[in-house]
């Protein structure tokens, strides 16, 4: 996140740290994206965050990278599910969005929820341009090629309209992406904030409207952040949680 500020534990339930290693290796799990808790047992990420060579869990609840909390929850990833559209393209993402089913552990529960875990809401609605929401993770910073407390900060949604005119991002653009950013720069996601929340509050309840998929470099001046549009995923997501 370049721009923010240090989350408070609590701040950010539904975040997660999503934790890689190559399957059957010895090596430890390291963070690789975030993700965005739905429901006990299910989490959305970004589709290019995942490989088949590689084993997933998820760290729930703390704000430390490396350092285990009191709050933490730490659980295995089952399945991961990849959005049968997904396509890396020269200069964009396209539907990039993947599902994370966790394992049970204390049946029916996976993630139990507390203080500091709890799900985000799937949205009913795509949010207005010039919305203020946020965006968080432990990826880079104007200084750091990650950063080991959990940051966030405010963007506004920007209209599709705006988002793909020539001096922003033009055609490349569709409906699967939203943008949302600073367009005088200063503020955005970055790597390793892939597969993270962006958040819109409504009505005291906090919706998933985008997940951290690309951009042009990062809080660069018409170079907002490119989210995966949450809504225009709804009836995917619906299916493949049933
Ligand atoms: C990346 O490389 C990346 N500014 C993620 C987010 C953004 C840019 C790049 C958005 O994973």
Same mark, same amino acid.
């Given at each position: ?5 240090? !989350? ?7 975040? $997660?740290?999503?934790? +890689? ?6 090596f ?6 975030g ?8 989490a &959305? ?5 995942? !490989?088949?060579? %590689?084993e ?8 430390? &990278? ?5 709050? @933490? ?7 991961? #599910?990849?959005?049968? %559209?997904?396509?890396? /393209? ?5 539907? @990039?969005?993947a &599902?994370l089913? &966790? ?9 139990? =929820?507390?203080?500091?875990?709890r799900? /985000?809401?799937?949205?009913?609605? !795509? ?7 946020? #965006?968080?993770?432990? *990826? /880079?910073? =104007?200084?750091?090629?990650? !950063?080991?407390? $959990?940051? %966030? ?12 005119t020539?001096?922003?991002? *033009? ?6 992406? #939203?943008? +949302?950013?600073?367009l ?8 390793g904030d892939? *597969? ?6 409504h ?6 409207s ?6 042009? @470099? ?9 989210y /995966?549009?949450v809504?225009s995923?709804l009836d ?7």
């Open positions: 996140i370049f721009g923010g500020t240090k !989350s408070f534990p609590g701040a950010h339930p539904w975040q $997660l740290s999503l934790q +890689a290693k190559p399957k059957g290796s010895s430890e799990f390291g963070h690789i994206c993700g965005i808790l739905l429901s006990s047992c299910w &959305l990420t970004a589709a290019h965050c995942i !490989s088949n060579t %590689n997933f869990q998820v760290m729930l609840g703390g704000v430390k &990278l490396f350092k285990q909390e009191e709050m @933490d929850q730490t659980i295995p990833v089952v399945e991961t #599910i990849v959005h049968e %559209n997904y396509r890396e /393209a020269p200069n964009a993402l396209h539907n @990039d969005i &599902l089913r &966790l394992q049970v552990t204390d049946s029916p529960y996976c993630a139990k =929820e507390t203080r500091f875990v799900a /985000a809401c799937l949205p009913d609605q !795509s949010f207005p341009s010039g919305k203020e929401c946020v #965006i968080s993770g432990w *990826g /880079a910073t =104007e200084s750091q090629r990650f !950063s080991s407390h $959990l940051l %966030n900060a405010r963007v506004f949604m920007i209209s599709d309209q705006k988002c793909r020539p001096e922003v991002y *033009g055609s490349v653009l569709d409906d699967s992406m #939203i943008c +949302a950013g600073i005088q720069g200063g503020t955005d996601s970055c790597k892939s *597969g993270g929340p962006l958040v819109c509050e009505n005291g309840t906090h919706y998933v985008g997940v951290v998929s690309w951009g042009i @470099d990062c809080a660069r001046r018409n170079k907002p952040g490119v /995966a549009n809504y995923f995917w997501i619906k299916n493949q949680m049933k």
